[in-house]
């Protein structure tokens, strides 16, 4: 018996160690990535342009001073370092929607978009740029209104999930799935009455998703929320844990699991409202990164979290890199990459059946 202990003890301590130092790696990995990632471009500057800017803007540093201003400097400093900060913010933000969306609906298989965010985010894209709407919101308009179209269809999910009762998971996915097919049958109608090419070859290019947008304004914006929500989540993985056991458990042992998957997807909504303002719809991120995570750690929201948040911003920072240097004087969308290099990793999955929030199912 002692001896069991014992072993029991060697081994908790011994995946405690490997989970900090993995948690230590990625953090390692991810400020590499952040530093690596402002070097590449379209625009040939060298290491010493790159970081002499950098290190100007931080220290101040007077012997730097040349890069102040002028053409390096706003390349480095008003272009690239924005873009990898809001790569970094949307990456983090969508594997932690994908972790707490598969917990909220028991569904492995679940992404942050399940609720049909994705479609109403295309719905305000499409108004904005179809219709035009530019005129009063300004040069945000496309943005502004996604976010609004994404809060929106999330709130009527919500509200529909709990018409004849508490809000279950079947119910929300039911009703995702219902409002993702209005809008979708809303926007094709609206692209379909307005009969312009150049504004439906617009809204393509806005659902295939894009960091080129970026500005201090929207990092500013982007990535404080991500950093509060993902706290927020970490605070409350024990519940999370709870949500995978089932609402009869859960109320076996005292939680209402109502409230609290009410309150979830209304902070997770906001997240994905945000990304998806800041950088279009951008799949399979969501889906891939928990589960390459739960894989590898198990199923604790404890460690589960932190641990995709990492990778996941890690993950899109070096997919936007890879969107601007593998054409030429040109630029791939980030959410078709990403669906490149998503879809075969899914399938993979499916295939070693290691889908299930154990590891395998």
Known sequence: MKEQVSQTKKGSVLRTSMYVAVLIGLAAFLIFSILAAITFGNA?????????VIAYKLFHIKSLSAYAEGAVHDVVWLIRLPRVLLALAVGMA????????????????????VLGISSGASLGATLAIMLGVSGFLGGNSVGVTAFIGAMVTSFAVIAI?????????????????????????????????????????????WTMGSLAGASWSRVG?????????????????????LMLLGD???????????????????????????????AGVIGFVGLVIPH???????????????LSALLG?????????????????????????????????????LVRKSYGFGGSK
């Open 44 to 52: 040939d500057l060298s290491l010493k342009d790159v970081y002499s």
């Open 221 to 241: 914006v982007m990535l404080p929320v991500t950093l509060i929500c993902v706290i927020i989540f970490w605070t409350q993985y024990r519940n999370l844990n």
């Open 292 to 306: 390459v995570i739960r894989i590898l750690f198990g199923t604790d929201h404890r460690r589960l979290l932190p």
């Open 94 to 113: 969508l594997s932690v929607c994908g972790v707490v969306m598969q917990a909220i609906v028991q569904n492995p298989l679940a992404d942050p978009y």
């Open 248 to 278: 009869d458990v859960s109320i076996t042992l005292g939680t209402d699991l109502h409230r609290l998957r009410t309150f979830y997807l209304i902070v997770a909504s906001v997240m994905i409202g945000f990304a998806v303002y800041c």
């Open 313 to 349: 911003a890690s993950f899109l920072i070096w997919c936007d890199v890879a969107c601007r240097v593998i054409l030429k004087n040109s630029e791939m969308p980030i959410g078709v990459l990403v669906s490149i290099i998503g879809a075969p990793c899914f399938i993979y999955l």
């Open 161 to 205: 999930a709990n018409m004849g009762g508490k809000a279950t998971s079947a119910k929300l996915i039911l009703a995702g799935m219902a409002v993702s097919a209005v809008c979708s049958a809303f926007s094709n109608f609206v692209i379909y009455i307005t009969n312009d090419k150049n504004a439906a070859t617009e809204v393509m290019k």
